[in-house]
DNA sequence: AGTTTGACTGGAG
DNA sequence: CCTCCAGCCAAAC
């Protein structure tokens, strides 16, 4: 992967994941495939953890597939839930109901 | 330069 | 829902 592709990947990701409507939440893989690397959910999660220290992304907006959020980041919980997003009992997002469809604000 | 790890995913048990 | 396994790519060791 070219230094470009890497620069374009991340930009990609960041206009996604900064796109993300409040109250709702999206999962790695899925941001990857917006970007155009489907395959790249792995780096997605590099990229959030990277920006997350320079930018004021939403990144608290993004799960993995389970739901779950990120790991020694317990103040998202509060963040989400105080966007809307509602919780299971164990503590994960209900990605049921608040999984984002880029569709819908796409129109 | 080879091995391990990680803010991942999907399938199987 | 949880754990384990295999596939994946880049960064850290």
Not at 14 to 43: D, F, Q, T
Not at 54 to 76: D, E, K
Not at 93 to 103: A, E, R, S, T
Request: charged content about 25%; glycine content about 10%; overall charge neutral.
């Amino acid at each position: 992967m070219d230094e470009s592709e890497k620069e374009e990947f991340e930009t990609a990701v960041c206009e996604i994941v900064a796109a993300i409507p409040k109250g709702k939440v999206s999962s790695y893989g899925e941001i990857a495939r917006l970007a155009g690397y489907s395959h790249y959910h792995r780096m997605v999660g590099r990229i959030l953890h990277g920006v997350s220290r320079s930018m004021g992304l939403p990144c608290h907006r993004v799960v993995n597939s389970r739901g779950r959020l990120m790991p020694g980041w317990i103040a998202q919980r509060e963040l989400l839930r105080d966007e809307g997003v509602t919780f299971k009992a164990n503590g994960f997002v209900d990605i049921g109901k608040h999984d984002w469809n880029p569709m819908e604000t796409a129109e």
